[in-house]
């Protein structure tokens, strides 16, 4: 049912590929709203979260998923990907403002800081649909294929899951669902080297959606999503 186009030209096409794929990957927000270091708002018996958890630094991230693509006589190539994902980015954590703990036993208006060490991620589950269009040049034993293409990722939810150990010895965690956001669209650059049915693979996506308008509220000062794949595949037929 995904690729019912693909498989409905069949017949036209000179070779029809199927394959199953898994990747990992490097994952992180750039822009001026992402977050290098931040700070935890523990809550006590209310949940704490990060104060901004879109984190500019790498976290490792994975994924799965199925591909057909139609490859012509000349070499060009059609193909569409369908996935799920697991994305992390990490923040680091410098400081708690302890709302409510055993050290402050009230709600603390003032607010003071406890100095802290520790980190933020946000994990981000998505589904993705990528659409591409390609080349494929014949090697001695492997196939290259340039491959463009488009990342449309439609989360399914985000978590702020943060740990950070204060000076005064009580360790802060948050485990926090956002907003999620409904889509983030991401210009993608794949090289695929093919030897017999396994394939390898590695891609650069960049978002092109400024994520401020739909999940932050940091005002127009950017916050877009990079990811790192390398991934490997086993074609079907």
Same mark, same amino acid.
């Given at each position: ?116 060490? /520790?980190?933020?991620? #946000?994990?981000?589950?998505?589904? !993705? =649909?990528? *659409? ?6 014949? @090697? ?66 960049? /978002?092109?959606?400024? #994520?401020?308008?739909?999940?932050? !509220? =940091?005002? *127009? ?6 990811? @790192? ?9």
């Amino acid at each position: 049912m995904l690729f019912p186009l693909l498989l409905s030209t069949k017949i036209f096409a000179q070779k029809i590929e199927l394959s199953v794929f898994a990747n990992t990957g490097l994952f992180h927000y750039a822009g001026n709203s992402s977050a290098g270091s931040t700070f935890i708002n523990a809550g006590g018996s209310v949940q704490g979260y990060t104060n901004n958890p879109y984190g500019n630094k790498y976290g490792l991230s994975y994924g799965l998923g199925l591909k057909a693509q139609q490859v012509s006589k000349s070499g060009f190539i059609f193909g569409i990907e369908a996935g799920y994902e697991i994305l992390r980015s990490k923040t680091n954590i410098d400081y708690v403002y302890p709302y409510y703990d055993t050290v402050y036993p009230w709600y603390d208006l003032t607010y003071s800081t406890v100095k802290s060490s /520790g980190q933020t991620f #946000l994990q981000n589950n998505y589904l !993705n =649909f990528s *659409p591409y269009l390609g080349y494929r040049f014949n @090697l001695k034993k492997v196939k290259l294929d340039i491959l463009p293409a488009l990342d449309f990722a439609s989360n399914i939810s985000s978590y702020d899951k943060g740990k950070a150990t204060g000076t005064n010895g009580i360790v802060y965690e948050t485990n926090f669902k956002l907003n999620n956001s409904p889509l983030d669209v991401r210009l993608r650059y794949n090289a695929v080297a093919n030897y017999g049915r396994f394939v390898l693979y590695v891609s650069y996506a960049h /978002g092109l959606i400024n #994520l401020d308008k739909k999940i932050a !509220n =940091f005002g *127009p000062t950017g916050l877009k999503s990079e990811l @790192l794949r390398l991934g490997l595949s086993y074609r079907l037929f």
